[in-house]
């Protein structure tokens, strides 16, 4: 879900992810995530509360002023976009190469399995 503020409407929240606000909680098809009253209260919510209750990374893009608010993962989506201090070897030299050289550039990180 994209959108230019955190906080969205309750409706919008469950038109876009399928997230309905309940008393009992937040609930998709027969799962319920109890959440705090204080995000039950009135016809908003705000995503950066939200997000971390219900599993779903939410990135802010300052540069362009929006929010995207990922899938729920079972617990397993990143929460964050915060690269690892990652190292491979370069396919030139062999030397280690860090990907924090990096920092400030964007770039493209392809992986590749073959089983």
Known sequence: MITTSPEVTNAELERRTGWALKPQGACK???CV???GRLLDGDTVDLETLAPLLGMPLLHDESVGVWALGPEAGGRALTTAALPDLE?????T???FALRSLRGQRFVLAAWASW
Do not use: A, N, Y
Request: glycine share 14%; proline share 29%; charged share 30%.
């Open 29 to 31: 098809g027969e799962v």
């Open 34 to 36: 109890p959440l705090p």
């Open 88 to 92: 491979f070897p370069d396919v030139r």
């Open 94 to 96: 062999g030397e280690p």
